[in-house]
């Protein structure tokens, strides 16, 4: 399985970015899927994940009420949609899939794509 993340960039604080992470080479629809991220100088932490079918999802409390996560299995594809971001989201942005059906901060993740940056200018 590859996964590619993009649409990372540049923005205001109080703007918006949609992240994009394509799943290729793999089975996407039957795994849960996770978001996480890495700012400079600190652990990579979760935040946000989806089941398979889009029902349940979980968010850290940090994004709780701005991120949303979705997938769209027929495309392969997990998204991010992000709004009213903040300094403190800055980071390196990355796509993971989880071993079972759930994507929680607890679930096992084993792939991984390469990230992408948001920098969240004050």
């Known amino acids: 399985v590859q996964l590619q993340a993009s649409g990372g960039g540049l923005v205001q604080a109080g703007g918006s970015l949609r992240l994009s992470c394509a799943a290729s080479r793999g089975t996407f629809s039957s795994y849960g899927m996770g978001w996480f991220r890495q700012a400079p100088g600190k652990e990579r932490e979760f935040v946000a994940g989806?089941?398979?079918?889009?029902?349940?999802?979980n968010y850290a409390d940090s994004v709780k009420g701005r991120f949303t996560i979705s997938r769209d299995n027929a495309k392969n594809t997990v998204y991010l949609q992000m709004i009213s971001l903040k300094p403190e989201d800055t980071a390196i942005y990355s796509c993971?899939?989880?071993?079972?059906?759930?994507?929680?901060?607890?679930?096992?993740?084993?792939?991984w794509g390469q990230g992408t940056l948001v920098t969240v200018s004050s």
């Open positions: 989806i089941s398979v079918s889009g029902e349940f999802t």
């Open positions: 993971a899939r989880a071993i079972g059906t759930r994507g929680g901060p607890t679930s096992t993740y084993n792939y």
